[in-house]
């Protein structure tokens, strides 16, 4: 007697099971978003995090937030260090800083298939060191080491037989290769009091797309470089490890102090390809002036400001640098200024609430890269 199997096909459904994490790890990825929006301090972030674990259960008489503090400094995420005021206390390690910039690449770029470290490619085919697996007639010039002999030996046979075979110059086939290019950025983060207006958390966002421009760069461009300024009243440059302690102060928006800054960074930089992003709310309301006073004016756009900034936007198109904006703010008047500013320079502009800034910045870095590279 012959069994008969029947073959079902579809799909099967069952309820979404999340991947297993320890009790540190839950805990860890509360903590590098906390300590992300204290600036770097440990006693306020774990103050939330035990606010947290009341509300929403987080930890267990087995495992808790006690026993996760023991855990950071026994993996070396926390050391025991002396503060401004001279008391004691913990800090965070350059390792959990790390931590903290990859978790912004993650959260921000998190579409990004991983890839080893690379470099911009031109629209441009020609001499270069990355091969395209395209091939074309030989062109005097060319380096013999670009010679692909296989593909010149079968078109020597095509064109003059196997019988009466001769390799000429017109036989010659040579494999096409991108040019690569390097790029230099300036980010430039917005640190004035408006960041924090109303309310509204707009710098911890800032933040994020710092950190997380800064990771992609130093691990997917490696050849790039990053400088990272902030301006308020004035301008000053500061270091990647620096931007999970990152804060506003009581400063008016010197634009131009920020502009003229990453043009003098810019211009030490051999790289061709340069540019600059600028992430603000959009409203500059200070200068300073010869005598090392300060013009300020908060009260809508000021000329006398704004002409100041368009004018540098017009001296970085000059030196073919070109500024991205992203204004984070959803002002229709403060719009004309970013409208105005980018018409002066032939940059870009974004306006976009907080939530999709990372990506759009991901996605300009991409393409501003490829347009900019001239072969």
């Given amino acids: 007697m012959k069994t008969h199997y029947t073959h079902k096909k579809g799909f099967v459904f069952k309820t979404y099971e999340a991947p297993f994490q320890s009790p540190f790890e839950k805990l860890f990825e509360i903590f590098k978003e906390l300590i992300t929006h204290t600036s770097g301090d440990f006693d306020e972030a774990i103050a939330w995090l035990r606010e947290l674990d009341i509300e929403y259960k987080l930890t267990t008489p087995e495992y808790t937030i006690d026993d996760f503090i023991e855990d950071l400094k026994a993996k070396g995420y926390i050391r025991e260090e002396i503060k401004p005021d001279g008391t004691g206390g913990m800090g965070i390690t350059a390792k959990t800083e790390r931590a903290i910039r990859q978790a912004a690449l993650d959260q921000i770029f998190g579409a990004i298939k991983r890839s080893g470290s690379g470099n911009h490619k031109s629209k441009q085919i020609g001499l270069g060191d990355e091969h395209t697996g395209d091939f074309r007639s030989y062109q005097f010039g060319d380096g013999l ?220 870095y991409e393409t501003n890269r490829k347009k900019r590279i001239r072969g």
């Avoid at 928006?253 to 810019?266: E, H, I, R, S, Y």
């Fill in 145 to 364: 080491d670009k010679v692909s002999m296989t593909e010149s030996l079968k078109n020597a046979q095509i064109n003059n037989g196997i019988g009466n075979f001769s390799l000429t110059e017109e036989d010659l086939i040579v494999e096409d290769t991108t040019h690569k290019s390097q790029m230099s950025t300036v980010l430039m983060i917005d640190i004035s009091h408006s960041m924090i207006l109303y309310g509204e958390d707009r710098i911890t966002p800032a933040k994020k797309v710092a950190m997380a421009l800064a990771e992609l760069i130093t691990t997917r461009y490696p050849k790039d470089t990053l400088d990272i300024l902030v301006f308020g009243n004035d301008a000053w440059q500061i270091q990647i490890k620096d931007l999970p302690y990152l804060n506003v102060g009581p400063y008016h928006t010197n634009t131009v102090a920020g502009l003229q800054l990453a043009m003098d960074l810019l211009r030490r930089k051999r790289n061709t390809n340069k540019q600059i992003f600028m992430i603000t709310d959009g409203k500059p309301s200070c200068l300073r002036l010869k005598d090392g006073s300060y013009y300020k004016d908060s009260n809508g756009l000021n000329p006398y400001i704004t002409n100041k900034c368009y004018a540098m936007a017009q001296q970085a198109r000059k030196l073919h640098i070109p500024i991205t904006t992203f204004m984070i703010a959803q002002d229709r008047y403060l719009m004309q200024f970013v409208q105005e500013f980018t018409r002066a320079n032939q940059g870009k502009a974004f306006y976009t609430g907080i939530k999709g800034l990372g990506e759009m910045i991901f996605e300009d």
